[in-house]
């Protein structure tokens, strides 16, 4: 699992001089993009959510295509269109911005539910069907979406559908004091990003998507991760729990995260780690505990205390 360390740690190092103070939050956007998973971004205008999208594919040497979500947005704007060509006289195929490898969706819930839905195919089975014809996405190919929770006016809550097919969300935060000084000297002249180096070429990256996969998981961790997920089903203040798709992403960026670590098992660990930010945006709360306020992520960490873990031993191959 070296080769997987050395390889993200190259990937953090590069991003981390443009996105300063914000080691956690790079690391689990290397964890998404190791494990072929998409993440939304949820915070406050001006922290560096574009920034981020941008720094990782500048590192890895991927396209990367931003898709500005507005209300009058339609799903063609997203996918692309067929047109008819007047000296062939056929259609050809015009992709959209989703044919990229990496695809910025910045404020998504700014777009009504039906261009939304236009990211569903794409992300879930990387291809894009129009007018009866499929066409596959490159690879590595990975979504960004931003929303701002604060500023609700003139947008679209997600559907679960789309949710659920984000393996991580996370936060970006306000950088602390010294992180935020730092930011302006770095910026006095120019940005950085305009200097930011390719550090990983494509074959890389997908050799150690691949090897990945073969993280070890004794029958206990995976026995814990359903443990979990049964338990947001079964949880009072929960209408509609994880699915079983939301158990495979935490089981999947657990084994990104042990590779990252420098080994090849998961441990309990990794689990509890990355259990909030795989399965608490899946959760649908129930409408008694929405009038109670009930934050999703106190859900998580109330299961995460109840949930038995598994003893220490790990199986060696």
Known sequence: MNIVAQIAERVINNVESVIIGKHDVIELTLLALLCQGHILIEDVPGTGKTILARA??????????????????????????????QK???FEFRPGPVFSQIVLADE???????????????????QVTVDGQTYLMDKPFMVLATQNP?????????????????MLRIHMGYPDKSSEI???????????????????SKDELLEVQEAVKQVYADESIKEYIVNLATAT????DVYLGVSPRGSLALYRTCQALAALRRRDYIIPDDVKLLC??????????????????????????????????PGAHVSQR
């Open 56 to 85: 990782v594919a500048r590192s890895i040497g991927c396209t990367f295509r931003r898709i500005q979500f507005t209300p009058d947005m339609l799903p063609s704007d997203v996918t692309g269109v067929s047109v008819f060509n």
């Open 108 to 126: 998504i819930n700014r777009a009504t539910p039906k261009t939304q839905s236009a990211l569903l195919e794409a992300m879930d089975e990387r």
């Open 276 to 309: 909030e930010p795989t399965m608490a945006h899946r959760l649908i709360i129930s409408p008694a505990a929405r009038i109670k306020n009930v934050d999703p992520k106190e859900i998580v960490q109330d299961i995460l205390s109840t949930v038995s873990v």
């Open 88 to 90: 062939e006289r056929e």
């Open 150 to 166: 604060i500023e609700y006016e003139g947008t679209f809550p997600l559907p679960e559908a789309q949710l659920d097919r984000f």
């Open 233 to 236: 089903r079964d949880h009072p």
């Open 182 to 200: 730092s930011i302006l000297g770095a910026q006095q002249y120019a940005h950085p990003i305009s200097n930011l180096d390719q550090v990983v």
